[in-house]
């Protein structure tokens, strides 16, 4: 079955503790990308990457980094987390760039 | 700041009825255009995509691009209860691979 595969679904964390979701895809896709969604300001990109070793800033990166070593996989990683980092955090992919993008089930995230 | 607007709602359609769904943006280079189904709790699912002008039409679902005006629709005909849900514009950048997604529409569509 096609998907994208978030890990955790859900977090609860304290401000400081550095921590990483992972997105992983088996739909052989190229491009990847970070979202958080906010009550009110819908979906805003964070990263995304184009393929292996190429990622690049969306709307909102401050504070957070990503990495693409692997086609597959493109984890999201917040090194010191704050409370304005509480958020759903959804993962896409799709073949190639300006074209649909299949999401991950989400991961609900609160900084404390 | 690029910008996806959309009516927030929520719009309510009786059973069987069209729901017209609008989306406005504000970069003229924008090439790709998406509606996106949002259930309560749930990640996005694509609906429809549209990249030229004109009516494009899947099943119960047309997509209506108008690049002149920066407008992009989404009308759902015979509307069901299960088509109850927020419906997201977003809106793709010719390019840049970026994407800007409006706050959504919430439908209501009463049995």
């Known amino acids: 079955e096609a998907q994208v595969t978030q890990n955790p679904r859900y977090l609860i964390t304290v401000t400081g503790k550095k921590l990483t979701v992972t997105c992983s895809q088996n739909?052989?896709?190229?491009?990847m990308s970070w979202y958080r969604q906010d009550p009110g300001l819908g979906l805003r990109q964070i990263y995304y990457?184009?393929?292996?070793?190429?990622?690049d800033k969306g709307d909102v990166p401050e504070g957070y980094k990503v990495s693409r070593k692997e086609k597959r996989n493109f984890p999201l990683i917040l090194e010191s987390p704050s409370p304005n980092q509480t958020s759903l955090y959804f993962c896409?992919?799709?073949?190639?760039?300006?074209?649909?993008?299949?999401f991950g089930d989400g991961t609900r995230l609160s900084i404390l | 700041q690029k910008e996806v607007e959309q009516n927030s709602g929520p719009l309510s359609v009786p059973e069987g009825a069209i729901a017209s769904l609008n989306c406005t943006y504000s970069?003229?280079?924008?090439?790709?255009f998406f509606w996106y189904r949002q259930y309560s709790g749930k990640s996005p699912e694509l609906i429809m995509f549209?990249?030229?002008?004109g009516d494009k039409e899947d099943g119960r679902f047309t997509a209506q691009l108008n690049k002149a005006s920066q407008y992009v629709s989404l009308l759902i005909r015979d509307s069901q209860p299960s088509d109850s849900a927020t419906y997201l514009c977003?809106?793709?950048?010719?390019?840049?691979?970026?994407?800007?997604f409006g706050s959504g529409t919430k439908l209501n569509v009463k049995p």
């Open positions: 977003a809106v793709g950048e010719y390019n840049f691979n970026k994407f800007y």
């Open positions: 896409a992919s799709s073949p190639g760039s300006n074209q649909p993008q299949h």
């Open positions: 970069d003229r280079g924008s090439q790709s």
């Open positions: 739909m052989n896709h190229e491009y």
């Open positions: 990457s184009m393929n292996v070793e190429v990622t």
């Open positions: 549209i990249y030229s002008n």
